[in-house]
């Protein structure tokens, strides 16, 4: 058996910062830590949206990344 033990979840929002020749979209990321692991994924989007809306170049992802421990009883 092993006990799972979750970790603070991180919200990043990708950004379209432009395009390579071959149309190519080019990305960059912003990444807040320390997101509590028991906020919906409904309030991480709303969250992801306006914390986007303040961003200068159009937000392409929103992504909710989870991580836990396991640790053996």
Same mark, same amino acid.
């Given at each position: ?15 379209? !910062? ?5 149309? !190519? ?14 906020? !919906? ?33």
């Amino acid at each position: 058996m092993a006990l799972r033990e979750n970790q603070p979840s991180r919200l990043r929002i990708s950004v379209q !910062t432009g395009l390579l020749p071959d149309g !190519t979209p080019v990305l960059r990321h912003r990444t807040y830590n320390r997101m509590n692991d028991g906020v !919906t994924d409904a309030s991480v989007l709303t969250i992801g949206n306006a914390i986007g809306s303040l961003q200068k170049h159009p937000v392409v992802y929103i992504h909710r990344i989870d991580e836990a421990r396991v640790l053996p009883l």
